[in-house]
């Protein structure tokens, strides 16, 4: 039976699995929204595409599944780029579709148009053009192929509107046929002579540490490296990304390394002799001066993407593959040779013994107060409200760093942050993303009042469908992070980092549909908090008024080695320890 | 990472030959401020597969790393340094030179027999000449021609295969 481009979409886009996406219509693609009612797939109107495109990641990074976000042409689609690029350097999976204008139309600067691929070429996995409707169906499962297999990432896919209006024939039961990309073959399963290397080097060492990324929480690679760190007595630190992997409460894990890390994650890095890295990619936001990180190390390097192997730091024992399928390997191995030998406990527990005095010395500290709200307060309390159970999304700066720190997360997928881009507006729209796929779940965006204010129209989209979402605005009347650099690197000159003109947030939010709620003192956090919890069908935000001044630290100045933090002033806490 | 020495190397790549698939190579370079000195591009014996032969300046971490993101790219096939493997080097130069004097005439004829080259076009003041060789070879002619005067000129870049002989070519294991 011929169907319409359009039909064959939506047809295809249904037996990939999809039942949510989020988009923006526009001329471009009205024959697929014209179609959209008659399928089962639910379609959120976001108020903008940006939100579109990280509702789609939030969404697929709580499920693990692919997101998916529409939007039309020209206009359309360039909203979409810093949404897709956010995705992408994360490597999250996202398909992305956007109208054009008419094949015969392209290049020739018609209304709405741009060149969409060449825009998004560097910030996609792949992108395709569609120029015929005979090849849409295979293009469609292509991308989505793409997009979940090896690394994930974004692929977008550029539908001219004549392909959506043209028929052509769909044979389901062809488009279910597995599927073969002659020139794409991602590597998943690991070398066997280098998981025997890799497991000798753990036995042997004397001082290692398991350096756990994002590639962790997205394989499902978590047990297996829990399971690793007791039987082979090894202590972890985790990226921003790979937060979340394991349970923040685990004795053998130190928290977050690099430039808001941990004294503890730092100093086990800077001194350890063997450095496991799970999915990670060595950032310059984690590694600080190269040279002096991990320096007397030998390396382990566990990636799915080789390129990203002897990238920033030479490896000694490189592992291709898919972090999961890796560890199912290495595990077994480890188990053998730590039952060969058996003073490796001996030696690891002085190790480990070590770190936990490095953490016990320079806890994660800020002087509490009780007349200013604490930022760091604010985040203790929603973890205590919620259990520690919520799945939070954070916007970028000051706050996410807080949330990094102080939020003891417990399961994979419950952060949802954007680590690589550092996307400002991420919260929010990731925030509906995320409920979206975890209905179940508390969803929390903690959020800055400069970040909110970037993608703040969401919550009308949160609104409209009901979606109950919390945002907690960490209101310091600044952009926080650049004042701390201002403050710290350019002599307090802060230029252009201050919020002296605010939106009343309370009455903002409830203009648009939503719950506003604000605390000023200590003493209401928790009732504030209390309060959003028990609201469950819109979308509640709390101004929360906080210190206008507080750093986060420890801080590694930028291009400064891990080891040489700015620490917080733990004198005045040994004072009142004292007093 | 130590830096090693910066040369010339030579990488060939197949890739399935559809649009798109250059530019993203070619973005792959500039987005990264990588520099291609040369770059060459045509179908191979299967017409849905294109060679790309490259010359591309760097140490040896650079090249590795174009290497590896090369191959990152969902529509390459395969991707080799050649710089260090016997191989087929090759590279085409037309060349338009002055002959305004029987002197130049006759010079110019001397060298095109001497390099196996062949003129292709003739005017009453020029000979147009075209050249294939390695790149020392092009080097060389286009050194002793110069003094003559060049009006036009045009070079290909390399295109490279792995020599038969070596084991080691892209054939029978591509796909």
């Given at each position: 039976m011929k169907l319409s481009g359009a039909e064959i979409l939506l047809r295809a886009l249904e037996l990939e699995g999809v039942d949510r996406i989020f988009g923006y219509p526009g001329g471009a693609v009205l024959d697929i929204y014209d179609r959209l009612p008659f399928c089962s797939i639910k379609h959120y109107l976001t108020?903008?595409?940006?939100?579109?495109?990280?509702?789609?990641?939030?969404?697929?990074?709580?499920?693990g599944k692919v997101g998916v976000c529409f939007a039309t042409s020209g206009p359309g689609a360039t909203n979409l780029v810093t949404g897709l690029a956010t995705a992408q350097i994360d490597s999250v999976p996202i398909v992305a579709f956007t109208g054009n204008v008419p094949t015969f139309m392209i290049g020739n600067d018609a209304f709405q148009e741009v060149n969409t691929v060449g825009i998004t070429r560097p910030?996609?996995?792949?992108?395709?053009?569609?120029?015929?409707?005979?090849?849409?169906?295979?293009?469609?499962k292509k991308a989505f192929h793409i997009a979940r297999t090896g690394?994930?990432?974004?692929?977008?896919?550029?539908?001219?509107?004549?392909?959506?209006?043209?028929?052509?024939?769909?044979?389901?039961?062809?488009?279910?046929?597995?599927?073969?990309?002659?020139?794409?073959?991602?590597?998943?399963?690991?070398?066997?002579?280098?998981?025997?290397?890799?497991?000798?080097?753990?036995?042997?060492?004397?001082?290692?540490?398991?350096?756990?990324?994002?590639?962790?929480?997205?394989?499902?690679?978590?047990?297996?490296?829990?399971k690793m760190a007791e039987v082979a007595n090894i202590p972890m630190v985790a990226t921003l990304m790979g937060l979340s992997a394991v349970p923040g409460n685990h004795p053998f894990f130190f928290g977050m390394l690099g430039m808001h890390g941990t004294y503890a994650a730092n100093m086990a890095v800077t001194e350890c002799d063997l450095l496991i890295a799970i999915g990670a990619r060595f950032d310059d936001r984690v590694t600080g001066k190269l040279?002096?990180?991990a320096p007397n190390a030998k390396v382990i390097h566990i990636d799915i993407d080789s390129a990203e192997i002897g990238k920033n730091k030479a490896v000694d024992i490189p592992i291709v593959g898919d972090a999961k399928l890796v560890m199912e390997?290495?595990?077994?191995?480890?188990?053998?040779?730590?039952?060969?030998?058996?003073?490796?406990?001996?030696?690891?527990?002085?190790?480990?013994?070590?770190?936990?005095?490095?953490a016990e010395r320079y806890p994660l500290w800020y002087e509490p107060s009780d007349r200013v709200i604490k930022p760091q307060f604010v985040i203790q309390k929603i973890w205590e409200v919620t259990k520690g159970e919520a799945i939070i999304t954070t916007d970028v700066g000051q706050h996410q760093m807080w949330v990094a720190q102080y939020y003891k997360f417990r399961f994979p997928r419950q952060l949802v942050t954007s680590g690589g881009l550092g996307t400002m507006g991420f919260g929010v729209p990731a925030a509906i993303g995320a409920k979206v796929g975890r209905p179940d779940k508390t969803v929390f965006c903690v959020s800055g009042d400069g970040s909110f204010q970037m993608n703040m129209q969401e919550i009308v989209t949160a609104v409209q469908y009901g979606i109950a979402i919390k945002v907690a605005i960490i209101n310091n009347g600044f952009l926080g992070m650049v004042r701390q650099w201002q403050g710290i690197f350019y002599d307090r000159n802060y230029s252009q980092s201050s919020l002296d003109v605010q939106p009343d947030?309370?009455?903002?939010?409830?203009?648009?549909?939503g719950v506003g709620l604000r605390a000023e003192r200590p003493q209401d956090v928790e009732k504030v908090?209390?309060?959003?919890?028990?609201?469950?069908?819109?979308?509640?935000?709390?101004?929360?008024?906080?210190?206008?001044?507080?750093?986060?630290?420890?801080?590694?100045?930028?291009?400064?080695?891990?080891?040489?933090?700015?620490?917080?002033?733990?004198?005045?806490k040994v004072e009142k320890k004292a007093v | 990472?130590?830096?090693?020495?910066?040369?010339?190397?030579?990488?060939?790549?197949?890739?399935?030959?559809?649009?798109?698939?250059?530019?993203?190579?070619?973005?792959?370079?500039?987005?990264?401020?990588?520099?291609?000195?040369?770059?060459?591009?045509?179908?191979?014996?299967?017409?849905?597969?294109?060679?790309?032969?490259?010359?591309?300046?760097?140490?040896?971490?650079?090249?590795?790393?174009?290497?590896?993101?090369?191959?990152?790219?969902?529509?390459?096939?395969?991707?080799?340094?050649?710089?260090?493997?016997?191989?087929?080097?090759?590279?085409?130069?037309?060349?338009?030179?002055?002959?305004?004097?029987?002197?130049?005439?006759?010079?110019?004829?001397?060298?095109?027999?001497?390099?196996?080259?062949?003129?292709?076009?003739?005017?009453?003041?020029?000979?147009?000449?075209?050249?294939?060789?390695?790149?020392?070879?092009?080097?060389?002619?286009?050194?002793?021609i110069k003094p003559l005067g060049i009006r036009e000129m045009a070079r290909t870049g390399r295109v490279a295969m792995v020599r038969a002989l070596q084991g080691d070519t892209f054939g029978g294991e591509r796909v």
């Open positions: 108020r903008h595409e940006q939100g579109a495109a990280h509702a789609a990641d939030g969404y697929a990074r709580v499920t910030i996609t996995k792949h992108n395709f053009l569609v120029k015929d409707v005979k090849d849409l169906a295979d293009t469609v690394r994930p990432g974004v692929v977008l896919v550029d539908l001219p509107k004549d392909v959506t209006r043209e028929l052509e024939d769909f044979f389901e039961e062809e488009y279910k046929a597995p599927i073969q990309i002659r020139s794409y073959k991602p590597v998943l399963k690991g070398h066997p002579g280098q998981i025997k290397r890799a497991a000798k080097a753990i036995a042997s060492a004397e001082r290692p540490v398991l350096y756990i990324g994002g590639g962790v929480v997205s394989s499902g690679a978590s047990e297996l490296v829990v040279s002096e990180f390997e290495l595990l077994p191995e480890v188990e053998k040779q730590v039952a060969k030998n058996r003073e490796l406990y001996a030696h690891r527990e002085s190790w480990i013994r070590q770190v936990k005095r490095w947030f309370v009455r903002l939010v409830e203009a648009m549909g908090l209390k309060e959003a919890m028990a609201i469950n069908d819109r979308p509640v935000v709390i101004d929360f008024v906080v210190d206008r001044e507080e750093d986060v630290l420890p801080m590694v100045p930028p291009g400064g080695a891990i080891k040489d933090m700015i620490l917080p002033d733990y004198g005045r | 990472m130590e830096k090693s020495r910066y040369r010339k190397h030579v990488i060939s790549v197949l890739v399935e030959n559809q649009p798109g698939a250059l530019a993203r190579i070619i973005e792959l370079f500039s987005s990264r401020g990588y520099n291609i000195e040369s770059l060459n591009v045509g179908h191979t014996e299967d017409p849905t597969i294109s060679r790309i032969t490259m010359v591309a300046k760097g140490d040896e971490h650079t090249i590795e790393q174009i290497v590896k993101q090369l191959r990152r790219i969902i529509d390459v096939f395969k991707v080799r340094d050649l710089t260090d493997k016997k191989k087929l080097d090759r590279e085409l130069l037309i060349v338009r030179v002055n002959v305004e004097s029987a002197e130049k005439k006759e010079e110019v004829k001397r060298l095109v027999d001497i390099f196996g080259a062949q003129i292709v076009d003739v005017s009453h003041d020029t000979y147009t000449v075209e050249l294939t060789g390695d790149e020392e070879q092009i080097d060389a002619f286009l050194e002793l």
